[in-house]
Protein backbone atom coordinates (compact mmCIF):
# COMPACT_ATOMS: atom_id res chain seq x y z
CA UNK A 1 0.00 0.00 0.00
CA UNK A 2 1.48 3.34 -0.85
CA UNK A 3 1.21 5.71 2.21
CA UNK A 4 0.46 9.22 1.22
CA UNK A 5 0.43 10.75 4.68
CA UNK A 6 0.87 8.97 8.31
CA UNK A 7 -2.13 8.92 10.57
CA UNK A 8 -0.55 11.59 12.81
CA UNK A 9 0.34 13.50 9.16
CA UNK A 10 -3.11 13.61 8.29
CA UNK A 11 -4.91 14.43 11.78
CA UNK A 12 -2.13 17.53 11.77
CA UNK A 13 -2.98 18.22 8.15
CA UNK A 14 -6.98 18.10 9.56
CA UNK A 15 -6.12 20.03 12.07
CA UNK A 16 -4.59 23.07 10.62
CA UNK A 17 -7.51 22.55 8.01
CA UNK A 18 -9.99 23.60 10.94
CA UNK A 19 -7.59 26.39 12.12
CA UNK A 20 -7.87 27.80 9.03
CA UNK A 21 -11.57 28.31 8.73
CA UNK A 22 -12.91 25.34 7.08
CA UNK A 23 -15.41 23.75 10.49
CA UNK A 24 -14.78 20.35 11.16
CA UNK A 25 -18.17 18.76 10.37
CA UNK A 26 -17.60 20.05 6.74
CA UNK A 27 -14.39 18.05 6.21
CA UNK A 28 -16.57 15.24 7.21
CA UNK A 29 -18.68 15.70 5.21
CA UNK A 30 -16.51 15.88 2.51
CA UNK A 31 -14.77 12.77 3.44
CA UNK A 32 -18.11 11.08 3.71
CA UNK A 33 -19.30 11.95 0.26
CA UNK A 34 -15.79 11.19 -0.97
CA UNK A 35 -15.90 7.80 0.44
CA UNK A 36 -19.46 7.33 -1.56
CA UNK A 37 -18.72 8.59 -4.54
CA UNK A 38 -16.10 6.15 -4.91
CA UNK A 39 -17.74 3.12 -3.54
CA UNK A 40 -21.00 3.95 -6.46
CA UNK A 41 -18.71 4.31 -8.93
CA UNK A 42 -16.54 1.42 -8.72
CA UNK A 43 -19.80 -1.00 -7.46
CA UNK A 44 -22.79 0.48 -9.29
CA UNK A 45 -25.21 -3.23 -8.79
CA UNK A 46 -23.55 -3.64 -5.30
CA UNK A 47 -26.91 -4.88 -3.29
CA UNK A 48 -25.96 -3.95 -0.22
CA UNK A 49 -22.73 -1.87 1.61
CA UNK A 50 -21.54 -2.59 5.30
CA UNK A 51 -20.01 0.36 6.77
CA UNK A 52 -17.82 -0.14 10.03
CA UNK A 53 -17.30 2.92 12.07
CA UNK A 54 -14.95 3.29 14.94
CA UNK A 55 -15.58 5.84 18.35
CA UNK A 56 -13.84 8.69 16.41
CA UNK A 57 -13.81 11.23 14.23
CA UNK A 58 -13.36 8.65 11.26
CA UNK A 59 -16.37 7.21 12.12
CA UNK A 60 -18.81 10.17 11.33
CA UNK A 61 -17.03 10.12 8.02
CA UNK A 62 -18.79 6.52 7.95
CA UNK A 63 -21.84 8.04 9.08
CA UNK A 64 -21.43 10.59 6.18
CA UNK A 65 -20.62 8.34 3.42
CA UNK A 66 -23.64 5.79 4.90
CA UNK A 67 -26.14 8.49 4.64
CA UNK A 68 -24.89 9.36 1.13
CA UNK A 69 -25.05 5.31 0.07
CA UNK A 70 -28.76 5.34 1.33
CA UNK A 71 -30.17 8.23 -0.41
CA UNK A 72 -28.54 6.79 -3.38
CA UNK A 73 -30.66 3.45 -3.27
CA UNK A 74 -27.95 0.93 -1.62
CA UNK A 75 -28.95 -1.34 1.02
CA UNK A 76 -26.60 0.18 4.04
CA UNK A 77 -25.50 -2.10 6.89
CA UNK A 78 -23.37 0.37 9.80
CA UNK A 79 -21.49 -1.40 11.83
CA UNK A 80 -20.83 0.64 15.28
CA UNK A 81 -18.23 0.23 17.39
CA UNK A 82 -18.14 2.14 20.71
CA UNK A 83 -20.14 3.74 23.19
CA UNK A 84 -22.72 6.38 20.87
CA UNK A 85 -22.57 8.99 24.17
CA UNK A 86 -19.35 9.29 23.86
CA UNK A 87 -18.76 10.60 20.33
CA UNK A 88 -16.79 13.51 19.83
CA UNK A 89 -19.45 16.71 18.64
CA UNK A 90 -19.24 16.17 15.05
CA UNK A 91 -19.41 12.58 14.49
CA UNK A 92 -22.55 12.57 17.34
CA UNK A 93 -24.31 15.15 14.89
CA UNK A 94 -23.12 12.89 11.67
CA UNK A 95 -24.93 10.11 13.35
CA UNK A 96 -27.95 11.51 14.18
CA UNK A 97 -28.67 13.35 11.10
CA UNK A 98 -28.20 10.20 9.35
CA UNK A 99 -31.26 8.57 11.61
CA UNK A 100 -33.42 10.89 10.85
CA UNK A 101 -32.43 14.47 10.02
CA UNK A 102 -33.04 15.52 13.24
CA UNK A 103 -29.96 16.76 15.14
CA UNK A 104 -30.68 19.55 17.80
CA UNK A 105 -33.71 18.98 19.46
CA UNK A 106 -35.21 21.77 20.12
CA UNK A 107 -36.41 25.31 18.60
CA UNK A 108 -33.73 26.88 20.99
CA UNK A 109 -31.09 24.72 19.98
CA UNK A 110 -31.60 25.12 16.17
CA UNK A 111 -32.03 29.14 16.26
CA UNK A 112 -28.35 28.87 18.48
CA UNK A 113 -26.77 26.78 15.88
CA UNK A 114 -27.92 29.66 13.14
CA UNK A 115 -26.67 32.34 15.48
CA UNK A 116 -23.64 30.84 16.01
CA UNK A 117 -23.03 30.35 12.38
CA UNK A 118 -24.08 33.86 11.64
CA UNK A 119 -21.16 34.73 14.18
CA UNK A 120 -24.03 37.71 16.17
CA UNK A 121 -26.32 37.58 18.21
CA UNK A 122 -27.78 35.66 21.23
CA UNK A 123 -30.50 33.39 22.21
CA UNK A 124 -32.75 33.27 25.77
CA UNK A 125 -34.50 30.32 26.05
CA UNK A 126 -36.93 29.54 28.91
CA UNK A 127 -38.21 26.43 29.83
CA UNK A 128 -39.72 24.98 33.29
CA UNK A 129 -39.19 21.08 31.69
CA UNK A 130 -43.12 20.61 32.60
CA UNK A 131 -43.37 18.27 29.87
CA UNK A 132 -39.98 16.85 29.85
CA UNK A 133 -41.70 13.31 30.56
CA UNK A 134 -43.91 13.98 27.17
CA UNK A 135 -40.84 15.15 25.28
CA UNK A 136 -39.44 11.79 25.80
CA UNK A 137 -41.71 9.73 24.45
CA UNK A 138 -41.73 11.95 21.23
CA UNK A 139 -40.95 9.77 18.73
CA UNK A 140 -39.28 12.20 16.33
CA UNK A 141 -35.81 13.21 17.72
CA UNK A 142 -32.78 10.51 17.91
CA UNK A 143 -30.68 11.98 20.38
CA UNK A 144 -32.97 11.54 22.95
CA UNK A 145 -32.84 7.61 23.62
CA UNK A 146 -29.28 8.24 24.20
CA UNK A 147 -29.12 11.12 25.71
CA UNK A 148 -31.84 11.56 27.93
CA UNK A 149 -31.39 12.54 31.32
CA UNK A 150 -32.76 12.65 34.82
CA UNK A 151 -33.91 15.92 33.99
CA UNK A 152 -34.78 18.77 31.00
CA UNK A 153 -32.13 21.09 32.47
CA UNK A 154 -29.44 18.29 32.33
CA UNK A 155 -30.21 16.97 29.24
CA UNK A 156 -30.27 20.72 27.64
CA UNK A 157 -27.01 21.68 29.28
CA UNK A 158 -25.48 18.72 28.08
CA UNK A 159 -27.03 19.18 24.51
CA UNK A 160 -25.44 22.67 24.73
CA UNK A 161 -22.51 21.82 25.58
CA UNK A 162 -21.72 18.96 23.19
CA UNK A 163 -22.60 20.83 20.00
CA UNK A 164 -20.62 24.40 21.47
CA UNK A 165 -23.31 26.21 21.66
CA UNK A 166 -23.24 27.43 25.49
CA UNK A 167 -21.80 30.93 24.84
CA UNK A 168 -24.68 31.25 22.40
CA UNK A 169 -27.30 30.72 24.78
CA UNK A 170 -28.72 31.59 28.24
CA UNK A 171 -30.80 29.22 29.75
CA UNK A 172 -33.31 29.99 31.92
CA UNK A 173 -34.97 26.48 33.92
CA UNK A 174 -38.00 27.88 35.53
CA UNK A 175 -41.56 28.91 35.14
CA UNK A 176 -43.34 32.13 33.57
CA UNK A 177 -44.81 34.66 34.21
CA UNK A 178 -42.78 36.60 36.16
CA UNK A 179 -40.79 37.49 33.34
CA UNK A 180 -37.02 37.50 33.77
CA UNK A 181 -35.17 40.47 33.10
CA UNK A 182 -33.29 40.36 29.93
CA UNK A 183 -31.05 42.83 28.95
CA UNK A 184 -31.16 44.57 25.38
CA UNK A 185 -33.64 44.40 22.95
CA UNK A 186 -34.83 42.10 21.60
CA UNK A 187 -35.42 40.70 17.50
CA UNK A 188 -37.43 37.58 17.89
CA UNK A 189 -39.64 36.93 20.59
CA UNK A 190 -40.47 33.47 20.05
CA UNK A 191 -43.65 31.92 22.67
CA UNK A 192 -44.34 28.24 21.98
CA UNK A 193 -46.47 27.73 25.17
CA UNK A 194 -47.71 30.94 26.43
CA UNK A 195 -51.27 31.05 23.74
CA UNK A 196 -54.11 31.57 25.93
CA UNK A 197 -55.35 35.30 25.96
CA UNK A 198 -54.33 35.94 29.39
CA UNK A 199 -50.68 34.88 28.57
CA UNK A 200 -51.04 36.64 25.29
CA UNK A 201 -51.51 39.99 27.09
CA UNK A 202 -48.76 39.57 29.88
CA UNK A 203 -46.16 38.49 27.36
CA UNK A 204 -47.23 41.46 25.13
CA UNK A 205 -47.38 43.52 28.34
CA UNK A 206 -44.11 42.67 29.32
CA UNK A 207 -42.40 42.52 25.98
CA UNK A 208 -43.48 45.04 23.95
CA UNK A 209 -41.56 47.80 25.01
CA UNK A 210 -38.22 45.21 24.81
CA UNK A 211 -38.74 44.61 21.03
CA UNK A 212 -36.29 46.31 18.60
CA UNK A 213 -37.87 48.96 15.95
CA UNK A 214 -37.92 46.15 13.39
CA UNK A 215 -38.60 42.58 14.97
CA UNK A 216 -41.06 39.91 15.21
CA UNK A 217 -43.00 38.54 17.92
CA UNK A 218 -44.08 34.35 17.13
CA UNK A 219 -46.82 32.86 19.51
CA UNK A 220 -47.65 29.44 18.57
CA UNK A 221 -51.45 28.06 18.55
CA UNK A 222 -52.78 31.48 18.89
CA UNK A 223 -53.76 31.47 14.97
CA UNK A 224 -56.39 28.41 15.86
CA UNK A 225 -57.53 28.72 19.29
CA UNK A 226 -60.76 31.16 18.70
CA UNK A 227 -60.28 33.33 22.07
CA UNK A 228 -56.97 33.59 21.15
CA UNK A 229 -57.08 34.36 17.39
CA UNK A 230 -60.14 36.64 18.72
CA UNK A 231 -58.04 38.86 20.94
CA UNK A 232 -54.80 39.47 18.44
CA UNK A 233 -57.59 40.83 15.86
CA UNK A 234 -58.83 43.58 17.57
CA UNK A 235 -56.18 43.77 19.99
CA UNK A 236 -53.51 44.60 16.76
CA UNK A 237 -56.15 47.48 15.16
CA UNK A 238 -55.99 48.59 18.34
CA UNK A 239 -52.93 49.35 18.80
CA UNK A 240 -52.39 50.44 14.48
CA UNK A 241 -54.58 52.92 15.65
CA UNK A 242 -51.86 54.42 18.71
CA UNK A 243 -54.94 52.91 21.82
CA UNK A 244 -53.60 50.88 24.57
CA UNK A 245 -56.14 49.23 26.13
CA UNK A 246 -56.68 49.08 29.54
CA UNK A 247 -56.32 45.13 29.87
CA UNK A 248 -52.91 45.73 28.23
CA UNK A 249 -51.30 48.05 30.31
CA UNK A 250 -52.56 46.27 33.22
CA UNK A 251 -49.95 43.71 32.38
CA UNK A 252 -47.07 46.12 31.67
CA UNK A 253 -44.94 47.19 34.45
CA UNK A 254 -45.63 51.38 35.91
CA UNK A 255 -42.55 51.61 34.96
CA UNK A 256 -42.42 50.08 31.56
CA UNK A 257 -46.21 51.88 30.80
CA UNK A 258 -44.64 55.25 28.98
CA UNK A 259 -41.89 53.18 26.95
CA UNK A 260 -44.65 51.28 25.72
CA UNK A 261 -46.92 53.86 25.07
CA UNK A 262 -44.66 55.47 23.04
CA UNK A 263 -43.59 52.20 21.34
CA UNK A 264 -46.77 51.17 20.02
CA UNK A 265 -47.75 55.09 19.21
CA UNK A 266 -44.48 55.17 16.75
CA UNK A 267 -44.84 51.26 15.20
CA UNK A 268 -47.05 49.51 12.88
CA UNK A 269 -48.17 46.10 13.56
CA UNK A 270 -49.05 43.24 10.99
CA UNK A 271 -50.65 40.40 12.17
CA UNK A 272 -50.22 37.21 9.46
CA UNK A 273 -52.04 34.27 10.64
CA UNK A 274 -49.53 31.35 9.33
CA UNK A 275 -51.78 28.16 9.64
CA UNK A 276 -52.21 24.86 7.91
CA UNK A 277 -55.30 22.80 7.26
CA UNK A 278 -53.95 19.83 9.07
CA UNK A 279 -56.51 18.83 11.94
CA UNK A 280 -53.97 18.62 14.85
CA UNK A 281 -52.69 19.85 17.97
CA UNK A 282 -50.47 22.93 17.35
CA UNK A 283 -51.38 23.93 13.63
CA UNK A 284 -50.98 27.52 13.36
CA UNK A 285 -48.05 30.42 14.56
CA UNK A 286 -49.17 34.26 15.01
CA UNK A 287 -46.61 36.42 13.68
CA UNK A 288 -46.88 40.13 14.56
CA UNK A 289 -44.15 41.87 12.38
CA UNK A 290 -43.36 45.06 13.54
CA UNK A 291 -42.41 47.79 12.06
CA UNK A 292 -41.03 51.88 13.00
CA UNK A 293 -43.55 54.42 11.92
CA UNK A 294 -41.01 56.77 10.00
CA UNK A 295 -41.94 60.50 11.35
CA UNK A 296 -39.34 62.41 9.53
CA UNK A 297 -40.47 62.93 5.72
CA UNK A 298 -38.44 61.46 3.30
CA UNK A 299 -36.65 63.92 1.80
CA UNK A 300 -38.30 62.64 -1.72
CA UNK A 301 -41.78 63.74 -0.31
CA UNK A 302 -40.58 67.48 -1.02
CA UNK A 303 -40.16 66.65 -4.49
CA UNK A 304 -43.07 68.49 -6.60
C1 LIG B 1 -43.12 23.21 22.52
S1 LIG B 1 -42.09 22.88 23.89
C2 LIG B 1 -40.60 23.69 23.45
C3 LIG B 1 -39.40 22.96 23.86
C4 LIG B 1 -38.08 23.72 23.73
N1 LIG B 1 -38.02 24.81 24.71
C5 LIG B 1 -37.73 24.23 22.36
O1 LIG B 1 -36.96 25.21 22.27
O2 LIG B 1 -38.13 23.62 21.34
C6 LIG B 1 -42.80 23.94 25.10
C7 LIG B 1 -42.01 23.92 26.39
O3 LIG B 1 -42.54 24.89 27.26
C8 LIG B 1 -42.35 24.48 28.59
N2 LIG B 1 -43.35 25.22 29.40
C9 LIG B 1 -44.69 25.07 29.40
N3 LIG B 1 -45.27 25.98 30.21
C10 LIG B 1 -44.25 26.74 30.72
C11 LIG B 1 -44.19 27.86 31.61
N4 LIG B 1 -45.30 28.42 32.13
N5 LIG B 1 -42.98 28.38 31.91
C12 LIG B 1 -41.83 27.88 31.38
N6 LIG B 1 -41.84 26.82 30.53
C13 LIG B 1 -43.03 26.26 30.20
C14 LIG B 1 -42.55 22.98 28.55
O4 LIG B 1 -41.73 22.32 29.51
C15 LIG B 1 -42.09 22.60 27.12
O5 LIG B 1 -40.80 22.01 27.10
Redesign the pocket.
Known sequence: MLELLTAEEMGRADRLTIEGGVPGAVLMENAGRGVADLVSSRFPDAPTVAVLCGPGNNGGDGFVAARHLLDRGYRVRLGFDGDPAKLPVDAAAMAARGRGGWVL?????W?AQAVKENGTGHVW????????SL?LQAPACPLLPEERKES?AAFFNDVLDRFGLAPQVTFIP????PFPRIDGKIDLLFS???HGPNMILSLLGYFLPRMSRASSILI?SASTAFPSYALLEILIGQLNDGKLPQALLEMTHEDDRAAVTDFVRSSRFTLVHLTETKNRR?NSTTWIKIEPIDLRPHPATAWH
Open positions: PAAALLTIDDGSEWLHRKVPDFLDQ
